[in-house]
């Protein structure tokens, strides 16, 4: 369990990062069209708009300091009675136009003064009818939330008002954090209200698979909480057990943590953690994974612990997942036999283990299909030595914030290489990272419009990164449940998003087993490979590969002797005369590798210098899907800057 690697020397602020959250409304602009006036008329107008605009401007000034500074200013709709000219005489027709005018201007003023105030109100109202604190409310429409989303408006009235044990199921990126924690808020609101609880008391445990997705929960939390005195921890492995106890030592009210760090400090003892009697609301996100057997053990004695208490009964309890309810097909005879089941002995599992009152409410918002309609999926069939050049082939042609997934972390070293190497600037999220460089690493994808992260099934659950473009399948998932939950870091919050699976002969099976369990009919579309790039990309993949190769060549001689000199000055003996010949003999084999690496680096410098072109002579596999067309009207199209997006909608 990856979330036990303790790093003393983290100093762990890096877990207060404030969230970077995107604008989600728009502005709205008034437009209005001027209708002329006759010839005779124009310096009449100007002398009468003159006068308004001075009379107006002197009403102005004299309200101006009965006026709060954050108020906006709103112009009367009555306007001052106006002279007639003395000299000319206007048509029936020009004053109608005149009063139109006048009129469209003052309704105009008026909308634009009272639009902001009746939206924020509307807004208010929604979030009020489903019994949400003012305080709460307030700082949801701070940060742009106007509305609730599916699965918070059935979550929270039946959450907050009958305060019910609610299971819940939806689709990543659909809003299940704040489903919870909005609630809990809520009610430890009214608790400190009602003097049956106080500031300091450990109320609320949410706990979490990973590291980062606790840190990302905290931060969903911060924003609702703003305007209370209410503090949350995050407590996680990667930080030292030093500074966690510091930070219990603030007294929050709220903690986020994995189970084996929380474990670890329940066995030690912490002051704030080990009364479980006052703890009154417990969630767990991404249940599904948390309790399957023999993943978690920390969590099941957690949950013990919990379930022993007299206050259980009273303990209102949240689990959410998206793929809580998603069936794996195995073969159609058992399927035939337990399908009835399935679902029922789950949610009898969930139930027990988390100790939920016998009637919880389930709340399933989940499709037929497990994905989010926003979501684009495709896939690419290729040969498994010609993966990476598949790779590299959609990073230059399609730009855009883009995570990648592997199954194993050697893979992810692999490919770090030979994209570093390539100019690609990849960055990584594994398991054996330290838990600062993770956060590191996530904060500088997130912050790059064209990021590329390599990551393992670390990054496939909860986290929420701004404005992902493509996930890549650069390895097909071991399971549905991971397939749902890697596309889902893309088409998040009602927005476009491409998944792409690269698929070889030797993961095909795999491959079947998602798409019989997600119940499609059909195949996922292929995605349209230019032919007329492959055979340059190939060429610079192939350098890219050997470079790396030979670089990892000689670390590991390098490795080797440094080990064989240390251990003969620990032991304090001298090398055999066999061991030194070999030496000698690796290390000038070492210096013919090194230089032969750098006349690589330096051919395939030349090439990355050049822009691709296009070429007829190719040595890629055809049997799979390709593009053809004319290169000139390739050429055009990608000079537009065309899509993955677009490439699929224009291809079908």
Not at 235 to 264: D, H, N, Y
Not at 391 to 419: A, E, V
């Amino acid at each position: 369990m990856f979330d036990h690697d303790d790093d003393d020397n983290d100093d762990g602020d890096d877990l207060d990062m404030a969230p970077n959250f995107e604008k989600m409304r728009g502005m709205g602009f008034i437009c209005w069209r001027e209708i002329p006036a006759t010839n005779g008329e124009d310096q009449e107008d100007k002398k009468l708009s003159k006068k308004k605009t001075k009379l107006k401007n002197t009403k102005d000034k004299r309200k101006l300091d009965e006026i709060e500074p954050e108020q906006e200013i709103e112009t009367p709709v009555k306007k001052a009675k106006k002279k007639k000219p003395k000299k000319k005489t206007r048509s029936n027709q020009t004053r109608a136009t005149s009063t139109l005018q006048t009129a469209d201007e003052n309704k105009n003023e008026e909308v634009d003064t009272t639009s902001n105030a009746d939206s924020f109100d509307i807004d208010k109202k929604v979030w009020s009818d489903l019994h949400v604190s003012d305080d709460i409310i307030r700082s949801l429409l701070e940060q742009n939330f106007s509305e609730p989303t599916p699965i918070q408006r059935l979550t929270l009235p039946i959450a907050i008002r009958d305060h019910q044990d609610i299971i819940g199921a939806a689709e990543t990126g659909s809003g299940k954090t704040l489903a919870f924690a909005i609630p809990i808020l809520t009610h430890m609101s009214t608790l400190l209200e009602n003097n049956e609880m106080s500031y300091g008391q450990f109320t609320s445990l949410i706990l979490t698979p990973t590291r980062e997705l606790a840190v990302q929960i905290k931060s969903h939390i911060q924003i609702a909480c703003r305007y209370t005195k209410f503090k949350t921890a995050v407590i996680v492995g990667g930080m030292s057990t030093q500074k966690q106890e510091r930070l219990l030592a603030q007294k929050p009210e709220i903690v986020v943590a994995t189970p084996g760090r929380f474990w670890e400090l329940l066995q030690e003892n912490n002051e704030h953690t080990m009364d479980m009697s006052k703890l009154r609301f417990l969630a767990i996100d991404e249940t599904d994974r948390m309790i399957e057997k023999g993943h978690f053990e920390e969590l099941e004695k957690i949950l013990k612990l919990i379930n022993s208490d007299d206050s259980n009964q009273s303990r209102q309890k949240f689990i959410f997942s998206a793929t809580l309810m998603l069936q794996s097909s195995d073969d159609k005879q058992k399927k035939k036999t337990k399908k009835k089941n399935d679902n029922q002995d789950k949610l009898a599992t969930l139930i027990s283990a988390v100790g939920m009152n016998a009637k919880p409410k389930i709340i399933d918002l989940t499709k037929k299909f497990g994905t989010v309609e926003t979501l684009t999926e495709a896939r690419v069939n290729c040969p498994l030595e010609e993966k990476d050049i598949y790779l590299y082939y959609f990073l230059s042609l399609y730009p855009g914030r883009t995570l990648l997934f592997t199954n194993s972390i050697d893979c992810i070293k692999r490919l770090q290489s030979i994209l570093t190497l390539l100019k690609r600037n990849p960055l990584s999220l594994h398991a054996q990272m330290e838990q600062k460089q993770r956060l590191n690493n996530l904060e500088r994808f997130s912050s790059s419009e064209n990021g590329l992260l390599i990551a393992t099934d670390v990054a496939a659950r909860g986290l929420d990164i701004p404005n992902i473009k493509h996930i890549i399948h650069y390895q097909v998932p071991r399971s549905t449940e991971l397939y749902i939950h890697r596309s889902g870091r893309t088409a998040r919050a009602d927005r476009q998003g491409l998944s792409i699976m690269f698929i070889c002969p030797e993961e095909v099976f795999l491959y079947r087993k998602i798409i019989k369990t997600l119940n499609r009919d059909e195949d996922l579309q292929a995605f349209p490979i230019d032919i007329t790039y492959l055979a340059n990309l190939k060429q610079r993949v192939r350098l890219a590969s050997e470079i790396s190769r030979l670089h990892h060549q000689v670390a590991k001689v390098t490795h080797e002797a440094s080990w064989y000199h240390k251990a003969a000055k620990e032991l304090d003996i001298e090398l055999d005369d066999n061991i030194e010949d070999i030496e000698k003999a690796r290390s000038a084999n070492t210096k013919e590798v090194q230089k032969k690496e750098m006349q690589l680096r330096n051919e395939l410098d030349l090439l990355l210098k050049q822009p691709l072109k296009y070429t007829s002579s190719l040595n890629v596999s055809r049997s799979y899907p390709l593009l053809f067309g004319d290169p000139d009207q390739l050429a055009s199209r990608r000079k537009n800057d065309t899509t993955a997006l677009d490439e699929l909608k224009h291809r079908s």
